[in-house]
């Protein structure tokens, strides 16, 4: 039985999870923010990130951990949680109906980085995993929104997590790169945040790839092509959650490396400035993360990390002619298959 590409298999539950399946994610994600925070406070060289414990009275807590005024990142943050309750909230019912009326867990690592120079990208990464009575599933993805970028930086980017998504499955990255396209695209400016990256959701092993609302995109229409694929363990899907997790750091290090020393002045940062509204306007009207998180009653400081320390808005800005701001719009946010180079 084929899923509708507009809704989650609904029908047939998944094979029940492991039984230490919540130790198993928990920890993974846990090292993920160890490994990722180890990582960046290295590469800074002159901030370190601050720890806050949270608790939630409805169940579960987590850590936040935040970086501000390094030498690289202006402000970073790498937030764990895990909570869990009696009820999902509406954002999550609406996709899987099936679990209402069951307790649910809920665990999650989520990373977004504003470097200080313009020519280093901000970037985005959240993985996640939910329990609810019969059903659970993987979540999940990874995002790039470059000011001045180079082809080479998103090319790398791409490929290394389309490698990843291969060692598991073939169709994977041909799926998910058009649904992170589909997601983290600002419906009212008409314009891409950025140059994507991979972006899955609702991944029990069953039924159809594509679980979006987009029944006629690019990921839907991959999707239905493929139909119904052999049923894939938790276990496999586990793999594939922690592998495109690893990938991180191969796929950003590099980058930062590249440019980081780049010169720019204030004509660039201005323009940074004024291109992180649009991550500020997406954040605030669509991110389903954010939604959840205000949705459960998470810690509203954790929630909101995302959101860079300094933003511009200007009005009806349009870039001058043949300048590297134009080429941002005309080239880099149209999707397009970045992986072949």
């Known amino acids: 039985m084929t899923a509708s590409p507009s809704t989650p298999s609904a029908v047939i539950n998944a094979p029940p999870p492991p039984s230490d399946s919540k130790e198993q994610v928990g920890g993974f994600l846990r090292g993920l923010q160890d490994s990722i925070c180890d990582k960046l406070q290295v590469l800074d060289g002159k901030s370190t990130f601050q720890e806050d414990s949270w ?7 987590g850590r936040s951990r935040v970086l501000r005024e390094g030498a690289l990142l202006e402000q970073g943050g790498v937030n764990y949680s895990e909570v869990w309750g009696d009820h999902l909230p509406p954002s999550i019912l609406k996709q899987r109906p099936e ?16 470097p200080r120079s313009p020519y280093v990208p901000t ?26 970028p180079f082809k080479e930086d998103v090319v790398h ?35 891409m945040r950025g140059v994507g990256g991979l972006f899955f959701d609702y991944q029990d092993g069953i039924g159809a790839l594509y679980r979006g609302p987009h029944a006629e995109g690019i990921a839907a229409h991959h999707s239905d092509q493929l139909g119904t ?7 496999e899907i586990f793999a594939f959650a922690q592998d495109c997790g690893n ?39 669509y991110d389903r993360g954010t939604i959840f998180g205000l949705q459960t009653n998470g810690r509203t400081e954790s929630i909101l990390m995302s959101l860079p320390p300094l933003v511009r808005w200007e009005y009806a800005y349009s870039p001058e002619p ?5 080429e941002l719009y005309e080239t880099f946010l149209k999707p397009q298959d970045w992986a072949t180079g």
């Open 55 to 61: 608790d939630r009275p409805e169940g579960g807590g």
């Open 99 to 114: 679990a209402a009326g069951h307790r649910f867990y809920a665990t999650g690592t989520s990373m977004v980085l504003h």
């Open 123 to 148: 970037v985005h990464l959240n993985y996640r995993y939910f329990e609810a009575g019969p059903v659970w599933w993987f979540g999940g993805g990874i995002d790039l929104t470059p000011y001045y």
């Open 157 to 191: 980017f791409h490929q290394t997590m389309k490698a990843a998504c291969d060692r598991h499955h073939p169709e994977y990255y041909s799926t998910f790169k058009p649904w992170c396209d589909e997601y983290f695209y600002l419906k009212h400016r008409q314009e």
């Open 229 to 235: 694929l052999p049923q894939r363990s938790w276990d």
């Open 247 to 285: 990938a991180f750091l191969p796929a950003y290090v590099p980058i930062i490396e590249r440019r980081r020393d780049t010169e720019y002045g204030d004509r660039e940062r201005n323009f940074q400035l004024y291109r992180r509204g649009r991550y500020v306007e997406f954040n605030l009207v």
């Open 322 to 326: 043949n300048t590297p701001e134009a």
